[in-house]
């Protein structure tokens, strides 16, 4: 079964809200994933394209003014409600696309993958 969940928009969203990995940042249960268009210069300078994926949290975006509005949504229920979500993943999608990490995460990340914690 396809848990993705395609929003139509200028750039296709596709939201997945059942069997999700653990949050990255805090390994708790994530809400939802976005997966979305995402692009950058390569060292050449010409764009590469593909996908970026990012998970909404309870603990870690719950001060992110741009999850707002999803986390309080979320917290209750959502029949009825797709309209709202709809125009709410958007909101934090376009928020949140540009963001680049933190660079010491990322370190930390990559030495945990080299010590086979990953």
Not at 30 to 51: C, D, E, I, M
Request: aromatic letters at 6%; proline letters at 7%.
């Amino acid at each position: 079964m396809n848990t993705f969940g395609r929003i139509k928009a200028k750039n296709a969203i596709e939201v997945r809200t059942a069997a999700l990995p653990p949050c990255r940042r805090c390994g708790i249960p994530a809400l939802l994933t976005a997966r979305y268009p995402h692009s950058w210069p390569n060292q050449a300078g010409k764009q590469v394209t593909g996908f970026k994926e990012t998970a909404l949290c309870s603990a870690c975006d719950e001060g992110d003014p741009a999850a707002t509005g999803l986390l309080a949504l979320l917290g209750g229920p959502v029949a009825g409600r797709l309209a709202d979500l709809r125009a709410l993943v958007q909101q934090w999608v376009s928020a949140i696309r540009h963001r680049t990490p933190d660079l010491a995460d990322l370190e930390d990340e990559a030495a945990r993958f080299r010590s086979g914690e990953l």
